[in-house]
């Protein structure tokens, strides 16, 4: 997922928003599009398109988790895009003479430290909360809270981060929901299971790498990952919606969906076998 190409400033999104939001309000809209007490849920969100909300990130997390209640489970990923192999960093990217200084000299990564990057405010505010767990992948953690968090977030493999054993695939087996919030399928990660799980044109593998700790001790680790690619999600997305007929709702002023894990993973593994174009 990457950061914002536009960001707005806090004065353009007062100026488009035309009654602030408030946690008595997101409430009402998450009861509107169909979330339900004891859910289980992974969240993709843009705060600047809900619009002017009183309290920021903290209503919104508030908000959800008011209305899914402690029986619900609230997953957000929290990827640390930054701590990857830098001779792929394409935003931006950095001079081929820093790339050996940057994989001797990253920090390794560590869950209650380690910030996120590039997946939004809300992400990073709710990475802190109390009770929240953060998955321990270095490159592609989540952070969970609430009934299942223990479930989906403990012992998430180096190998197949977004695969088999992945926090994805356990919210597959809890038959989970995907909540996109003012983003497209384009940032819907749960679109990657169906990548390891497809065998579509041109499916093949990178070697990889990021700053972890091994037996306490930094090392930059290396590793055969798949190429996965989230360029053809947002067609994937709106194909999948417009043979379910599915109409978007609204939280705040963003266009929003709640969508089951399992019926877009399903279909997407078929879909990418007959769309995705060789590169």
Avoid at 27 to 35: N, T, Y
Avoid at 74 to 84: D, G
Avoid at 253 to 275: C, F, H, P, Q, T
């Amino acid at each position: 997922m990457e950061p914002d190409k536009k960001k707005e400033t806090e004065g353009s999104v007062v100026d488009s928003t035309l009654k602030p939001n408030t946690i008595t309000s997101l409430k009402r809209d998450f009861q509107a599009l169909g979330v339900k007490p004891g859910a289980v849920i992974i969240m993709h969100s843009s705060l600047s398109k809900i619009g002017w909300t009183v309290g920021g990130s903290v209503a919104v997390i508030r908000a959800i988790m008011q209305t899914l209640t402690p029986e619900g489970t609230l997953v957000m990923p929290s990827f640390t895009s930054n701590n990857s192999e830098p001779s792929k960093w394409e935003n931006p990217p950095v001079p081929k003479a820093w790339w050996d200084m940057i994989r001797n000299e990253m920090p390794a990564f560590e869950p209650n430290i380690t910030p996120t990057r590039g997946v939004g405010s809300v992400v990073e505010t709710f990475r802190t909360w109390p009770n929240v767990l953060r998955s321990n992948h270095p490159m592609s953690s989540f952070a969970a809270w609430g009934k299942n968090a223990k479930f989906i977030t403990e012992n998430h493999e180096l190998i197949e981060d977004l695969g088999e054993g992945s926090p994805i695939s356990r919210l597959y087996e809890l038959n989970g929901q995907v909540l996109l919030i003012g983003v497209t399928h384009e940032n819907n990660s749960s679109i990657h299971l169906a990548e390891y799980r497809s065998d579509f044109p041109g499916k093949k593998y990178n070697k990889t790498g990021c700053a972890m700790l091994v037996n306490n001790q930094r090392e930059w680790v290396e590793w055969e990952e798949l190429d996965v690619n989230s360029d053809d999600f947002e067609q994937l997305g709106k194909d999948f919606e417009s043979k379910i007929n599915y109409t978007p709702g609204k939280i705040g002023m963003a266009e929003s969906r709640l969508i089951s894990i399992r019926e877009i993973v399903d279909y997407g593994i078929e879909w990418l076998k007959e769309n995705r174009k060789v590169p």
